[in-house]
């Protein structure tokens, strides 16, 4: 358990509204990522940060944004969601000094 | 573009045999990482193994063992003494870019082991 937690857990939403998800660590690492997880695809990285206010693009970024104003919290928006965006996030760190990343426990969103 | 491959979308074994799962990537650097991730029907990631490149010897972590084979860009897991629990999804992961690593994953193997 590498102290990550992910809320929601689970969300159903409707197309167009807006979405925030959470993802809190309590030891100060500095990598955070977020990752979408769909059937056929693996888990495929859509943003991360590497310090507080520094974030970057990954692989499938279109249609959200994050944030993160403190060192425990990456926050990932959708800023008016799609139903091609249901799917199972998950958040992840990079403990300092190893090469592995730890993973949350996910959030299954769906978007109706 | 750096891509990882796992050609068994399922696969099913009776209890206590040897299943190997398949990966191939493809990347054009000399240095990197390479990771077996299993998830169980709870959806939690869970590191099982690692490898890294400039390291010749096969990683083994007590019945999970590597075949890394370098220059045919190869990296497959092998579970022996299979057990009910080891009845999962697994994904084959490559880290690029050293000083942000992302994780680049296939697409899953889903393995179901029998009684």
């Known amino acids: 358990d590498a102290g990550i937690t992910q809320s929601p857990r689970h969300k159903v939403t409707e197309t167009g509204t807006p979405v925030t998800l959470r993802c809190h660590q309590t030891?100060?690492?500095?990598?955070m990522y977020w990752y979408r997880q769909d059937p056929g695809h693996g888990l495929r990285l859509i943003h991360y940060?590497?310090?507080?206010?520094?974030?970057d693009k990954g692989e499938v970024s279109d249609g959200y944004s994050v944030s993160r104003s403190k060192t425990e919290d990456f926050l990932l928006t959708l800023e008016s969601a799609t139903s091609s965006q249901t799917s199972v996030y998950f958040c992840?760190?990079?403990?300092?000094?190893?090469?592995?990343?730890?993973f949350g426990p996910g959030t299954r969103l769906t978007v109706l | 573009a750096q891509t990882v491959t796992q050609s068994q979308p399922e696969m099913s074994v009776q209890e206590a045999e040897t299943v190997t799962l398949s990966c191939t990537y493809d990347?054009?650097?000399?240095?990197?990482?390479l990771f077996w991730y299993k998830q169980p029907p709870s959806r939690q990631m869970i590191l099982v193994i690692r490898?890294?490149?400039?390291?010749?010897q096969n990683a083994t972590e007590n019945r999970f063992s590597v075949n890394f084979q370098k220059a045919a860009k190869s990296f497959s897991l092998k579970i022996s003494d299979s057990q009910l629990g080891d009845t999962a999804m697994y994904f084959c992961?490559?880290?690029?870019?050293?000083?942000?690593?992302?994780?680049?994953f296939g697409q899953g193997t889903r393995l179901t082991i029998n009684p």
């Open positions: 992840a760190i990079r403990v300092q000094g190893y090469n592995e990343q730890f």
């Open positions: 030891e100060n690492h500095r990598y």
């Open positions: 940060s590497y310090g507080v206010k520094d974030t």
């Open positions: 990347t054009s650097e000399s240095n990197y990482y």
């Open positions: 490898q890294e490149a400039y390291k010749q």
């Open positions: 992961a490559f880290i690029f870019d050293q000083g942000a690593q992302k994780l680049v």
